[in-house]
């Protein structure tokens, strides 16, 4: 996997101390979050991490829970302003594909506008 330019802190591979040992204790808190209720934000995550004397920083965690949506590590985890949550069913998990889908047609849009703008600088 290729970094993404521009993004090289979220984009760089995960380090050892990230795989086997913020991982299993992410997956582990997540699990507990079923229900939008329960969401639990990015920061929290980091500062409740940090407070147990790990190291991390809030995009590293977005990488980390990034790797655990892209390998079904915790199935139906949703990520809104509200924060990580588990879906509690199947219309709340296809209401959050709606949005990615959105969200996926906004910055192709964005994409092809940029491109259609490079001829202004020949």
Same mark, same amino acid.
């Given at each position: 996997?290729?970094?993404i330019?521009?993004?090289?802190?979220?984009?760089?591979?995960?380090?050892?101390?990230?795989?086997?040992?913020?991982?299993?204790?992410? $997956?582990q808190? &997540?699990?507990?979050?079923? +229900?939008?209720?329960? #969401?639990?934000?990015?920061?929290e995550?980091c500062?409740? =991490?940090r407070?147990q004397?790990?190291?991390?920083?809030?995009?590293r965690?977005?990488?980390?829970?990034n790797?655990?949506r892209?390998?079904?590590?915790? $199935?139906?985890l &949703?990520a809104?302003?509200? +924060?990580?949550?588990? #879906?509690?069913?199947?219309?709340?998990?296809?209401?959050? =594909?709606?949005?990615l889908k959105?969200?996926?047609?906004?910055i192709?849009?964005?994409r092809?506008?940029?491109?259609?703008?490079?001829?202004?600088?020949?």
């Amino acid at each position: 996997k290729t970094m993404i330019k521009g993004f090289i802190e979220q984009t760089k591979p995960r380090t050892a101390y990230e795989r086997d040992t913020l991982l299993p204790i992410i $997956i582990q808190g &997540i699990q507990a979050k079923v +229900g939008k209720e329960k #969401a639990i934000t990015n920061h929290e995550i980091c500062k409740a =991490l940090r407070n147990q004397g790990h190291k991390i920083s809030n995009p590293r965690l977005r990488k980390i829970i990034n790797h655990i949506r892209t390998n079904n590590l915790v $199935i139906g985890l &949703i990520a809104t302003s509200d +924060g990580y949550y588990i #879906a509690e069913n199947k219309g709340e998990l296809l209401t959050y =594909l709606e949005s990615l889908k959105g969200r996926e047609n906004a910055i192709r849009v964005v994409r092809l506008s940029l491109e259609n703008q490079l001829v202004l600088y020949e």
